[in-house]
T-cell receptor, first 114, second 116 residues
Framework: KQEVTQIPAALSVPEGENLVLNCSFT??????LQWFRQDPGKGLTSLLL?????REQTSGRLNASLDKSSGRSTLYIAASQPGDSATYLC?????????????FGKGTHLIIQP | EAEVAQSPRYKITEKSQAVAFWCDPI?????LYWYRQILGQGPELLVQ????????DSQLPKDRFSAERLKGVDSTLKIQPAELGDSAMYLC??????????????FGPGTRLTVL
């Protein structure tokens, strides 16, 4: 069974710093890996999707990498801003399920201090 | 920009009562998902529809939960009877499902259920 772990569970940094969020998974047979953002009490917003055949994706100040051989992904946020404060969730679309529901980690709660 | 719609946004009920949640996916999205998210956890898939057919309901507690998507468009998730442990955020998502490697799921704002 696919298991997804996100480290750290919580992170607080001053505005302007670059930071890295980590995601690890146990089964490398995946279709893709996605990073989502969730604001308190709200739904999920897709940030980046990395296909199984890709190594990284970039969108603005965000860069996500994927290393299937080691079962790891990172989300890099450059020049952090208070508006980046949210919970960041890593999710995988695994081949094991047959269908394509996502398997999520528990998330990293990020606070950017002004 | 098209969005997934859910209602109600908040629901408070007493245990043993029946509750129902509604979801309207993005137009043209054939695949619809219901997830449950307990506070402090990641979402967990309850049921997946392809058009009006159930593709995966292996994690749906079928003794009390039911889901339908009769015309292959909007969907209803029902709980009867509700239990204290059902308190959670219920999220609906939809996707085009054209290719699994590139398929992005779009999530609605969720329904926050509190069972007293």
């Amino acid at each position: 069974k696919q298991e997804v772990t996100q480290i750290p569970a919580a992170l607080s940094v001053p505005e302007g710093e670059n930071l890295v969020l980590n995601c690890s998974f146990t089964d490398s047979a995946i279709y893709n890996l996605q990073w989502f953002r969730q604001d308190p009490g709200k739904g999920l917003t897709s940030l980046l999707l990395i296909q199984s055949s890709q190594r990284e994706q970039t969108s603005g100040r965000l860069n996500a990498s994927l290393d299937k051989s080691s079962g790891r992904s990172t989300l890099y946020i450059a020049a952090s801003q208070p508006g980046d404060s949210a919970t960041y969730l890593c999710a995988l679309n695994s081949r094991e399920r047959g269908a394509d529901g996502l398997t999520f980690g528990k998330g990293t709660h990020l606070i950017i201090q002004p | 920009e098209a969005e997934v719609a859910q209602s109600p946004r908040y629901k408070i009920t007493e245990k043993s009562q029946a509750v129902a949640f509604w979801c309207d996916p993005i137009s043209g999205h054939a695949t619809l998902y219901w997830y449950r998210q307990i506070l402090g956890q990641g979402p967990e898939l309850l049921v997946q529809f392809q058009d009006e057919s159930v593709v995966d309901d292996s994690q749906l507690p079928k003794d009390r939960f039911s889901a339908e998507r009769l015309k292959g468009v909007d969907s209803t998730l029902k709980i009867q009877p509700a239990e204290l442990g059902d308190s959670a955020m219920y999220l609906c998502a939809s996707s085009r499902r054209l290719a699994l490697s590139t398929d992005t799921q779009y999530f609605g704002p969720g329904t926050r259920l509190t069972v007293l």
